[in-house]
């Protein structure tokens, strides 16, 4: 594992490197690991950027550590430095209208998945062993999937979000990418020491449903689900209404969280995402809250079929797009993806991706999600059914 030269860093990845940048502040179960910390997280003596520069030219250095960097210092790892991100979290594609797209490891012609895109190309790179993301409405789990990484999203408010930039704190939750199950474990151990580690898992199960929501991935995961013994259900789920309402949710505490700094700064983000804050603008109050009803009722629907059991469905609704892919195609495989990540935002529930066997030459994610509270558990059933899966864990 090892940390670019200064001279050799890549600056679509990194914002700040160091050997380290930050020291491990005790030994511990993390020591040896190094983390590509996403530029949200507060990491003391340096500004947070958000991937947006003109953002960065005018915040002041932090004076401590987000909690959950601090945390990941006491177990024993090294920040090896400050990962990009998307503009303000706001995306799932992986670029950056200042710094660039990096490119995905796993296939250079693809986009590398956002918004945790720099933790996560590090991470694939082996320039780190742990990529510390976000996650509101996939942020985690798209990267992952689309780099053939493990990554959770983690329970809503299970971790102390203290020294996180917000986009959307309904659905804002901490996780973290790594490149084998063992390290995705490692970390939940860390973060989670102070809990008692939740009981086993029930049962499998599978919506056929879901699944053809995602036409490239179905076979995958119905052939995983039958190799694990799943059972069918039926969520019922109304994909783009509940997506419809979430987005609604999502875009209107983004503009309540950076509404006045983006109207203060015109052009100061590239144009996807400013038409994202730009509609985000025009949500009202009584629509947000009407969407938060109708969320309130598919987030019983989701917890009621999850039970205490874990449901698999496709990480992604298909294989990362070309890089050159035009606009409309990019929205249209981001609004796809969508429909199928934000369930698990929707009901505040932790949520796996494991790498699959590549299909067509390209990487596949399962997602497993779960109860809530069941992080380590989920983590420790997904690595026993990798054998299976994949052959390895």
Known sequence: MSAPARDEVDTTVWREVGAPLVAATATGPLTGHTVAVKDLFAV??????AGVGDYLAERAPEPRHA????????????????ATTDEFAYSITGGNGRTGMPVNPAVPQRVPGGSSSGP????????????LGTDTAG??????AYQGLWGIRTTHGSLDTTGLLPLAPSFDTIGWLARDAATLAAVADAVYAARPAAADTGRLVVDPALCAAAPSSAEQCLWAARELGAVPVALGA????WFGAFRTVQAYEAWAAHGDWIVAHPGALEPEVADRFGWAATVTAEGAAAARNLLARASARITDVVGDGVLLLPTTAGPPPYRDADARTRDAARTATLRLTCLAA????????????????????????GAAHTDRALIGLAARCAPALTGSA
Do not use: K, Q, Y
């Open 346 to 369: 929707i009901a505040g529930l932790p949520a796996v991706t494991v790498p699959l066997p590549r299909r067509d030459g390209l990487p596949v994610g399962l997602c497993l999600l």
């Open 139 to 144: 942020s985690i789990r798209v990267p992952g």
């Open 120 to 131: 996560a190309v590090a991470v694939a790179r082996g320039e780190a062993s742990i990529g």
């Open 238 to 241: 109304e994909l783009d209404r």
């Open 44 to 49: 003391a003596g340096h500004a947070r950027g």
């Open 67 to 82: 909690t959950v960097v601090a945390v990941l210092l006491a177990a024993g790892a090294d920040v090896t430095g400050i």
